[in-house]
């Protein structure tokens, strides 16, 4: 069974879908600090030095200065701000995913397909070479 399992996890498609994942989750890490500390902060200086982790909406009743207070109290928040961040992060992560596989594509073209060999008798529809003048089955002539 140690055996079989070796063999399992030394598999190229194995060990390519675990190089894929940790470089991913690297990735996704590289993503979020770039959302969080390069996009957002000049879009939240543009609309008015807004810092969009801290936007919330507080559902207990109580009120609470800041998202930070909110949570140390153990308050009902919508933290949309941070909802907000995370698409973003999303759309970047899939846009670039998007470059990479259309790339990927454009290195893997399949071979355009080899011209037919033979081709279809016109009267009996059997298969004739492609250069045959005469179908060798019904015996008729047939366009070369």
């Known amino acids: 069974m140690l055996?079989?399992?070796?063999?399992?996890?030394?598999?190229?498609?194995?060990?390519?879908?675990?190089?894929g994942i940790i470089i991913g989750a690297?990735?996704?890490?590289?993503?979020?600090?770039?959302?969080?500390?390069v996009?957002?902060?000049?879009?939240g200086?543009?609309?008015?030095?807004?810092?969009?982790n801290s936007l919330?909406?507080?559902?207990?009743?109580?009120?609470?200065?800041?998202?930070?207070a909110a949570k140390a109290a153990g308050a009902a928040t919508i933290n949309y701000g941070t909802f907000l961040n995370t698409v973003i992060d999303f759309l970047i992560v899939a846009f670039v995913i998007f470059l990479f596989v259309r790339q990927v594509n454009r290195w893997t073209r399949k071979p355009e397909a080899a011209a037919?060999?033979?081709?279809?008798?016109?009267?009996c529809l059997s298969k004739i070479p492609v250069k045959a003048s005469k179908c060798a089955y019904c015996t008729a002539q047939v366009a070369a």
Request: charged fraction near 20%; charge should be neutral.
């Open 3 to 19: 055996k079989e399992f070796k063999e399992f996890a030394m598999k190229g498609n194995v060990l390519d879908m675990a190089i």
């Open 26 to 37: 690297a990735f996704g890490r590289i993503v979020t600090s770039l959302v969080n500390d």
């Open 39 to 43: 996009i957002m902060p000049p879009i």
């Open 45 to 52: 200086l543009i609309l008015g030095k807004v810092d969009f």
């Open 56 to 68: 919330f909406l507080n559902i207990s009743g109580t009120s609470y200065p800041t998202l930070t």
């Open 116 to 123: 037919p060999t033979t081709k279809d008798c016109p009267y």
